[in-house]
T-cell receptor, first 114, second 111 residues
Framework: DSGVTQTPKHLITATGQRVTLRCSPRSGDLSVYWYQQSLDQGLQFLIQYYNGEERAKGNILERFSAQQFPDLHSELNLSSLELGDSALYFC?????????????FGDGTRLSIL | QQQVKQSPQSLIVQKGGISIINCAYENTAFDYFPWYQQFPGKGPALLIAIRPDVSEKKEGRFTISFNKSAKQFSLHIMDSQPGDSATYFCAGPFGNEKLTFGTGTRLTIIP
């Protein structure tokens, strides 16, 4: 058990809809990362937050947004969903904000767009 | 964009054999190379990591070898077991950039 909790585990919705994925980091970790994993793209970094502030941005679409709350949990919002957004979305956390720290991953949210 | 090229894409090894997965990178700036192991239905889990001040790190049956001149690093799994069957990812932060993952290697250990 990594200590990172992601909810929900599965999400099925339709094109054009909006969903929110939630992540609770390991106790003591200040940094949260979001990744998208699809069969043909591997693990793609989306965005990182550190202690409530955006730290780094990756290949995140404008239709996607995220935030980290004062209690350090994070939410990833996906809107105007398209079929191609179907993927596994992982959250990871680390103690600090540097990229040379171990990242601990949750078990992901599987998003299916119908 | 920083590239991390991982090979092979899939690998089948007999039980007791040695599994070898390679990663090549482009940038010369680095300070941390982790390897992650992912089982179906689970998130990636940190397996072993190396920093550039050493050329090799061993933890149990898992060894990372680092070749700075060739810009390559490899994961060796000795005495491979069926429980090692998983997908393995190399990764690197390459200086100030985000953690970039390789495309993954699906390892299958057969009896």
């Amino acid at each position: 058990d990594s200590g990172v909790t992601q909810t929900p585990k599965h999400l099925i919705t339709a094109t054009g809809q909006r969903v929110t994925l939630r992540c609770s980091p390991r106790s003591g970790d200040l940094s949260v990362y979001w990744y998208q994993q699809s069969l043909d793209q591997g693990l793609q970094f989306l965005i990182q937050y550190y202690n409530g502030e955006e730290r780094a941005k990756g290949n995140i679409l404008e239709r996607f947004s995220a935030q980290q709350f004062p209690d350090l949990h994070s939410e990833l919002n996906l809107s105007s969903l398209e079929l191609g957004d179907s993927a596994l979305y992982f959250c990871a956390s680390s103690v600090a904000g540097d990229n040379n720290q171990p990242q601990h991953f949750g078990d992901g949210t599987r998003l299916s767009i119908l | 964009q920083q590239q991390v090229k991982q090979s092979p894409q899939s690998l089948i090894v007999q039980k007791g054999g040695i599994s070898i997965i390679n990663c090549a990178y482009e940038n010369t700036a680095f300070d941390y190379f982790p390897w992650y192991q992912q089982f179906p239905g689970k998130g990636p889990a940190l397996l072993i990591a190396i920093r550039p001040d050493v050329s090799e790190k061993k933890e149990g049956r898992f060894t990372i070898s680092f070749n700075k001149s060739a810009k390559q690093f490899s994961l060796h799994i000795m005495d491979s077991q069926p429980g090692d069957s998983a997908t393995y990812f190399c990764a690197g932060p390459f200086g100030n950039e985000k953690l970039t993952f390789g495309t993954g290697t699906r390892l299958t250990i057969i009896p």
